[in-house]
């Protein structure tokens, strides 16, 4: 089946920019998002982009689509204590989001 | 904005005993969805469910569970007979068009708690 991958962990200093990055397997996913998610809190959607975009910024996001190798990023400029979560990487598949296992970031002083 | 809702936030249970948790989508959406988050795992897809019945279900969704938009604004999972293993945060999500159509918006999360 279709698949979403992405690393366990990111460790940052506080102030500086966050990659996380995530590939995914079905060409024809048309949606492809990431969720933020807090200790024992619910999915929050940060932002998606559209597969016939390859770049997407809102404020400190950035987000990067490589359609071709199926890459998607996520960068967060500035990174501060309250962005440490889990980030989820979710691509569209048919009827169903594919799910990532999720980046843990976490913020270094 | 408009948000999906849902409750209990927590629900803790025995096993062998039925849950219903409950959603209320946003209210011009067609499309609605059962997902779940076994601690420390993956997010996976339960159930689609259009048109007041299921679109597409993983075969996680067997017959101990279903799903019924009993009125016009809620959206109910039952698990019939829970067992140990269907501890996890279940998350409902609505949208107004068919899977690659938009944006896909999710609840809080009910999270389960069967002893």
């Known amino acids: 089946g279709e698949d979403v991958e992405q690393s366990l962990f990111l460790s940052v200093r506080e102030g500086d920019s966050s990659v996380i990055n995530c590939t995914y397997t079905d060409s024809s996913s048309t949606y492809l998002y990431w969720y933020k998610q807090e200790p024992g809190a619910g999915l929050q959607l940060l932002t998606y982009i559209f597969s016939n975009m390859d770049m997407k910024q809102d404020q400190r996001l950035t987000v990067l689509l490589n359609k071709k190798d199926k890459h998607l990023s996520l960068r967060i400029a500035d990174t501060q204590t309250g962005d440490s979560a889990i980030y989820f990487c979710?691509?569209?598949?048919?009827?169903?989001?594919?799910w990532g296992a999720g980046t843990k970031l976490i913020i270094k002083p | 904005e408009p948000e999906v809702t849902q409750t209990p936030s927590h629900q803790v249970t025995q096993m062998g005993q039925e849950v219903i948790l409950r959603c209320v989508p946003i209210?011009?959406?067609?499309?609605f969805y059962w997902y779940r988050q076994i601690l420390g795992q993956k997010v996976e897809f339960l159930v689609s469910f259009y048109n007041n019945e299921i679109s597409e279900k993983s075969e996680i969704f067997d017959d101990q569970f279903s799903v019924e938009r009993p009125d016009g604004s809620n959206f109910t999972l039952k698990i019939r007979s829970t067992k140990l293993e269907d501890s996890a945060m279940y998350f409902c999500a609505s949208r107004k068009g068919p899977a690659n159509t938009g944006e896909l918006f999710f609840g809080e999360g009910s999270r389960l708690t069967v002893l």
């Open positions: 209210s011009n959406h067609l499309y």
């Open positions: 979710a691509a569209d598949s048919n009827y169903q989001l594919i």
